[in-house]
């Protein structure tokens, strides 16, 4: 696809800089799928441009790159409801000035990036499901905080880390709930 992005990487920063949905990160936003809706009018349609241009691949996280290098990136993870901490499967980053399309698959080694805090990626308007998960989320998330196992974040974005970070601290997550190991 050829077509121009609806906006101008100027006018995309300035959007996602003032986004209050979402999973906000120095450089990005995470959101799911189900909280497009919730972004501003041009937003939406840079999302829906971006899957146009990637061929319209099976995502359920949207990446909007807050970086002077514009991206979006439309994420599968497939676990996402059923894995506390899902493991990132595919990736599809579009690069707003170039309109080039970066596919990548990931093995389910250990490498690959897995998500934390997931519940601040859904809507409070999301699937009746949500409705009953998110709480369990939020509360796991909360403990985990509290027993002091996401600390050093920067270094457990990785399934095998993660897996590591919890036998240290002597949890098993089970059913999105902490059990001894």
């Known amino acids: 696809m050829d077509a121009a992005p609806p906006l101008d990487l100027d006018a995309f920063l300035l959007l996602t800089t003032a986004l209050r949905t979402g999973k906000k ?12 809706h919730l972004l501003p009018g041009p937003l939406q349609q840079m999302v ?9 691949p099976p995502y ?5 790159g807050r970086a002077r290098n ?12 059923t894995d ?22 990931w093995a389910q080694d250990g490498t690959q990036p897995i998500l934390h805090r997931k519940e601040e990626m859904l809507p409070s308007t999301a699937s009746g ?4 998960v998110v709480p369990r989320w939020r509360a796991l998330t909360r403990e985990l ?9 920067a270094r457990i974005g990785m399934a095998r880390v993660w897996a590591a970070r919890l036998q240290d601290h002597g949890i098993v997550i089970h059913s999105h709930r902490i059990v001894p190991a």
């Open 60 to 64: 359920n996280l949207v990446k909007l």
């Open 145 to 153: 905080e509290r027993r002091g196992v996401y600390g050093d974040t």
């Open 84 to 105: 506390p901490f899902p493991s990132l499967a595919e990736a599809w980053t579009i690069d707003l000035a170039t309109r080039r399309v970066r596919h990548r698959e």
């Open 70 to 81: 514009g991206r979006i990136s439309l994420l599968s993870y497939p676990a996402f409801y």
């Open 48 to 56: 829906a441009w971006a899957s146009d241009v990637a061929g319209r």
């Open 129 to 132: 499901y949500a409705d009953l």
């Open 25 to 36: 990160l120095p450089d990005a936003i995470y959101l799911h799928k189900e909280a497009v």
